[in-house]
């Protein structure tokens, strides 16, 4: 690979795609080339990265060869289509999507936690865990390191941004209509979001958990390699835009105190302490997490369990839980090359 | 006591207030005098009740005599100053503050889980419970009969209206301020609650937790009569006007089956189960609770604990969590002495 790497990126114009150009930019990645890719639909529009006015192309038409890293954000079908034909011209493909996530021979990578698990990809691919799973995780690994992690409860208050574009504009526009006394039609989710909390992620499974509590459970075993952990998960959605917050009750093998536990979150990269016993002294979406790099962490409470602790974990489902960490894997996997 | 009762109510203009008049009506209360109580500022104002018009009086200057059932919400402070002058003059007072909900002397009474309890008052107050322990209690106090509950993981999905009408006007506004790109000033919440979720539920106690975690837990032993469930809370306040919701992990005694449960609830009074592992097809505030009278329960699992459980309970915090339980337990009163 050169010094400058040629980029690839498939749903540059969704909010995730969006969101990986800027952190691309921020963070002054090494761009040689750079092709922005989408559906027939969005083809042709244009896209300023810096300097560079770029046309997106049809992914259908586009040839792969001389790309270095594709970042594929455009939904499951789309990776599912295109990822390996980007892998076999030599890319490797970093995927936003839950298409590859439960594959052995894909590796499901946060860059704070199990950087090395990357470099084993068989199939040139890497997965970019679920947003939910994600945030958590930063928070988990290092209790789950010093004192094993046996049972975690989660109950999540998921942002509408993880749905989508479509979703926000379904929130903002469903909430002006309430307002002004207007009915309320529901398209992107199955009832009114605005106003309203929603206990469904996902589609429904055979055993009454929705794919999104599911992908917390398998995800978390991947991650931490440990598949003895008991995960339950409720996932619901709240009238928030940008940010995931999630109540996490936890049972750890070995007791930990909370300063103990604030010691070690406070040493973890990625990873912000927010937790005063006062108005404000805890991470929210809007006064935290939205548009931030970090996963914040407050609210550390011990409970009933004997070994047993809460947490309350907040972080840009956008950041942090897609495009950030998509950043951070082509980053170690341009660092492994030089 | 005649056929007729005579009522009084304190925090008549509030929004709790306001519903207790609505319940009352709808359940052809048995109302003989009707006097509507509140603070100075609130004296003189003209409330519609039936066909009567009741001109506000100030708590202060009120004499309770000949008072048979006195309904108090109008906060703490009140009932701490007022509720034992009303109970001397004879007035049964059922009181919606947390003021006396650990005084042994006074029951705390979930009209359809521990009604027997009502009937030892040696204070002659009743306190009704906490809004988020109310839809819970009615949903885990079948389970708790059957199976023995022995341990609780709660996050709660509180409504603005749980706060007080202030509150809900807050809401509107920052939420219209947001809509018009004009700044937030949070008032009455210490951080924007317009598209955000805030851990924060009342005052923050020496072990880390608010006082609206720990009503939870001391309400529960209360109410189930079982001090040795280890109750574990995560208060958070959502953006939505009325209805709270609750995911509640539970761990039991005994094992039971998703089909048992559901059997189990089906069969609770003031308990609806709404169930199916469709579109829609599970309790939120805005489609189910807000205005209606049963606590709502779906979404249920079994989790990866082998006696463990899954829930996801949604009741009106006006209606169930807090005026319609006075208006039953009042109900009760008035049954006993006939």
Redesign the interface.
Known sequence: MNKLVNVAIAGATGAVGETLLAILAEREFPIGELHLLASERSAGEKIEYGARQIVVQNIADFDPSGIDIALFAAGGSVSRKYAAKFAAAGAVVIDNSSEFRRDEDVPLVVAEVNPGALRDRPRGIIANPNCSTMQLMVALAPIHRRAGIE?I?I?T?QSVSGTGREAMDE??KQ??DM?SFREIEPKIY???IA??????GGD?ME???TSEEMKL?WETHRILGDDTI???A?V?R????YGH?E?V?IETRDKLT?AETRELLRAQPGLEVIDE????G?P????HASGKDPVYV????????PR?L?L?VVADNIRKGAALNAVQLAELVVAERQ
């Open positions: 049972r409860n109950a208050y929130l903002g909430t002006a307002l199955p009832v009114q106003f309203n909390v929603i206990p469904h429904f055993n009454g958990y459970v008991g995960v339950n409720t619901v709240v009238p928030v835009f917050s109540a009750h909370v016993h006062i108005d404000g805890y929210t979406p809007v006064t407050g609210r550390i409470r011990e409970v009933s369990h047993g809460s309350w």
